[in-house]
């Protein structure tokens, strides 16, 4: 032990910075198959490695393997290669619009597909997320109208929010699709609040609470996982760990902690953490923890290892904070290229099956586009009345709001 | 009929909505088996069970957002924050939550929330138990802001508060709870038991947001108050013997305008009190908005009495709460004006 000098500030660094060469070899991925599947009764003092290890089904060579494997049918998994197919179609289409200037800004999934798209699947109808800005999937997944989300991109005359909010933030009640905020973990602890909401009422709802790895930072994740904890809430809290927060790599925000899935530990929550780009991986934890939330045995906290490949949003450029391949090297691959190695193993896909589907899903995204154009963009066609601009603030449009609306003139 | 101070009123009202609406529930930190540190919840877990009423973790933003997501499931939660004092760690739930669900989900989520909170000084409270900071709500869309002075109406108001579809900051002037307070704080206070707004009816009733309540009838000047402040001036009244119509706001969003805009084109003068700091506190938007509907009638600037612009001091107590010889010179200031 070093003799006391002068104190100095420990200020983490990303083991590569723009120039180098991408490394992840501090990364640890366990064999597919490797980590035990617990019964969901179990106690979380014994199944604490769960938050230190991977998760994983698919293997290298795209079998499915272990205690996790064997959930989904052919079809099942063919309809979710579909959407994640879809997602990142749709993202495509939207980043290119905000290019063109049909809309002020966009955030695209790449790399993170697998992860709202398989959850959505393994929740059942009247359950609630509570998403961030990056779970576009469990829309998809749930078969909400793609013409809706473009126009709420668009903030044309046709946007379900009335051109009130930023494009992205999204709202589908009857697809469980809580409002989206721009205040970060807000709706972390709203989605326990939901969840004992539901138990309070002997309902069998459950919610499901998303946050990312940068903002787990945020006071409101730990007042989530204290009342979670306390209550024994029926909620899925999601911590999608994409390594990046904007700029900021996930060490800024996990500290000394091993990983996020640890957090939970110390709250006694249970806590798994899931190879976040294999889709039968995150259906498989997504349905334990979804189960033991059914049958009141509590909250579980899952982080989702991935790689947020694109750029944080339309206003960011990656190449000035890591290296411009960095997404190459990530070692647990593409979730889309994943899962369709693992189909076609199976025999129920191909090279020109998954060729076909591609077509298929980009004329039905453009279709949707066409429409969606047809009722505007953002600064061209049909929009919001500006009187939308007054309503909705509260319930009933009280006396001074009724007079700055006769004052805009509309 | 019945007799109750305010406390009892508040707990009644609550005891009325859990006996007729299985979605209130009532929460925040010893709220439950204890009944709060000021009693406002005693006996509501022991009449309606744990599920319904309950202790919370010291979190305020744990608190506000469990409460945003039970409202858009579906429930009416009544919470409570133990002192005003301590609203900031729920702040951004309030104002980026709560505030506006409904507006950013064109009305697919709903907050239909109330948040009580102890206000007001006048107790030797310090720094961090006699706070008021309803200007930081007021300037907030998407939330209403209300203030009782008496039992009958903090009852009537907080019921309307719980059956609102919106959310409701539901600020209790904790020096109001046992008996009115006019800032003669050398005198003994008198029990709300004394008093005619002590008399509260038993079960339902309601009282409107957003309307006024004029508390003293007169001609020469009008007294626009809320909370504590309402006696202040009553005192501040009887001591100048000025002939000034009392108003108070009970409501601060939405604002009872007509009834303020009314009274000023009969007096022609308008004198604002709150405790809350002067700068950029409610006074200076209700200034703003008298001299706006009432310009051409006023023959006297518009005064604001209200706490100084520092932190609430504990030994200087009665140099900082704004009491009826501040509020009586203001008086005589404007009516010589």
């Known amino acids: 032990m070093s003799e006391p000098g002068p104190l100095s500030l420990h200020v983490p660094e990303p083991a590569v910075r723009p120039g180098g060469t991408p490394d992840f070899s501090n990364v640890k991925i366990p064999k597919a198959g490797a980590v035990p599947r617990p019964e969901i009764d179990a106690n979380p003092e014994d199944i604490r490695d769960l938050a230190f290890s991977i998760i994983r089904v698919l293997n290298r060579a795209g079998e499915a393997v272990g205690p996790w494997a064997g959930l989904l049918s052919d079809e099942e998994l063919i309809e979710g290669m579909r959407h994640m197919m879809t997602l990142r179609t749709f993202d495509a289409r939207m980043l290119i619009a905000q290019r063109q200037g049909k809309t002020s800004f ?53 946007d379900p929010l009335k051109g009130r909010q930023l494009p992205v933030m999204y709202s589908s009640k009857p697809h469980g699709f809580f409002t989206i905020s721009g205040n970060l973990a807000t709706q972390y602890v709203q989605a326990v609040g939901w969840a004992m909401a539901s138990a309070i009422r002997n309902d069998t709802k459950i919610a499901a609470a998303w946050i990312g790895d940068g903002s787990t930072a945020e006071s409101d994740f730990h007042a989530a996982l204290v009342f979670a904890s306390t209550y024994k809430a029926p909620v899925v809290l999601n911590i999608v760990n994409n390594q990046w927060a904007i700029s900021t790599f996930q060490g800024i925000a996990r500290g000394g902690a091993g990983t996020f899935a640890a957090r939970g530990l110390g709250f006694g929550i249970p806590s798994l953490r899931v190879d976040g780009n294999d889709y039968l991986a995150v259906y498989a934890v997504a349905k334990w923890a979804i189960e033991r939330a059914r049958r009141n045995l509590g909250p579980t906290l899952i982080e989702y290892v991935t790689y947020r490949v694109g750029a944080h949003s339309t206003s960011d450029d990656p190449s000035a904070y890591r290296p411009k391949t960095e997404s190459d090297a990530w070692p647990l691959g593409d979730p889309i290229e994943r899962l369709k190695n693992h189909l076609i193993l199976r025999g129920a896909w191909s090279e020109e099956r998954h060729k076909q589907a591609e077509a298929e899903i980009l004329d039905s995204v453009i279709a949707a586009q066409k429409e969606a154009e047809s009722y505007g963009t953002l600064h061209a066609g049909g929009k919001p009345s500006a009187r939308d601009m007054f309503e909705g603030v509260y319930a009933e449009m009280p006396p001074h709001l009724r007079r700055q609306r006769q004052q805009a003139g509309v | ?140 869309s998407g939330l209403k802001t209300v203030v009782p002075s008496n039992p009958y109406d903090a009852k009537g108001l907080l019921i309307s508060a719980i059956q609102d579809p919106d959310p409701v900051i539901f600020l209790e002037p904790k020096r109001l709870y046992n008996g009115p307070f006019d800032g003669h704080h050398d005198r003994p206070v008198t029990p709300w038991s004394k008093h005619d707004l002590g008399e509260v009816p038993t079960g339902h009733y309601t009282l409107p947001l957003g309307k006024a309540s004029v508390v003293r009838e007169g001609s020469a000047l009008t007294v626009l108050a809320y909370g504590t402040m309402v006696y202040v001036a009553q005192a501040a009244v009887a001591e100048t013997g000025i002939d000034a119509e009392i108003i108070d706001l009970r409501t601060l969003v939405p604002l009872d305008l007509d009834t303020i805009a009314a009274s000023v084109r009969k007096t022609g003068r308008c004198v604002v009190v709150h405790e809350a700091t002067l700068t950029s506190g409610f006074g200076a938007e209700l200034a703003a908005l008298v001299q706006e509907a009432c310009f051409y009638a006023l023959e006297a600037p518009i005064m604001r009495v209200t706490g100084w612009d520092t932190p609430y001091p504990h030994a200087q107590e009665w140099d900082y709460f704004p009491g009826p010889a501040r509020v009586g010179r203001a008086l005589v200031e404007t009516m010589e004006a």
């Not at chain 1, 790449?110 to 997320?129: H, Q, V, Y």
Request: include cysteine; charged fraction near 20%.
């Open chain 1, 106 to 158: 966009y955030m695209q999934h790449l790399g993170e597909e697998a992860i709202s798209c398989a959850f959505r699947k393994a929740l059942s109808p009247g359950d609630m997320n509570f998403p961030t800005y990056r779970q576009a999937g469990l829309l998809i997944a749930d078969g909400y109208s793609m013409v809706d989300m473009m126009c709420q991109v668009y903030s044309n005359a046709r």
């Open chain 2, 1 to 140: 009929m019945a007799r109750m101070t305010m406390i009892e009123a508040i707990r009644d009202a609550m005891d009325v909505m859990m006996g007729q609406d299985e979605t209130v529930v009532v929460f925040g930190e010893d709220v439950g088996y204890f009944g709060g540190v000021f009693r406002c919840t005693a006996g509501l877990q022991q009449k309606y069970g744990k599920t319904r009423c309950f202790d919370a973790p010291i979190s305020e933003a744990g608190i506000v957002g469990t409460a945003i997501g039970m409202a858009a499931y579906g429930l009416r939660p009544c919470i409570e924050i133990q002192f005003a004092d301590y609203m900031y760690p729920a702040y951004d739930q309030i104002v980026s939550e709560a505030a506006r669900l409904r507006y950013r989900s064109n009305g697919e989520f709903t907050c239909p929330m109330v948040i009580r909170m102890p206000t007001g000084g006048g107790i030797f409270g310090g720094q961090t138990h006699s706070q008021s900071p309803e200007a930081l709500f007021t300037h907030v």
